[in-house]
């Protein structure tokens, strides 16, 4: 059966670019410090979808959509066959 997951994600935890700017202009361990705990948020936002993807199995997603949420989030949606397994 297919089924179908949603995730909110804030894009604006992913302006790499700012991100990056900021570590070429402080180069000092407080600047590589403050570069190291905003990936860290990336990861801590994007780990639900990469678990899940590989919990269900790559293989098994059909399509992910993704839209604008609100002003300030985009909403990912994976179609998913759960192979008989019900709802997760």
Known sequence: MIRMKIFKIDPGKFDMAYIDQNLREDQSEKGRAKYKKELEKHEKELSPIENFIADIGYDNIRSIKSAMGALAYVVYTIFYED??????
């Open 83 to 88: 192979n008989g397994q019900g709802r997760r």
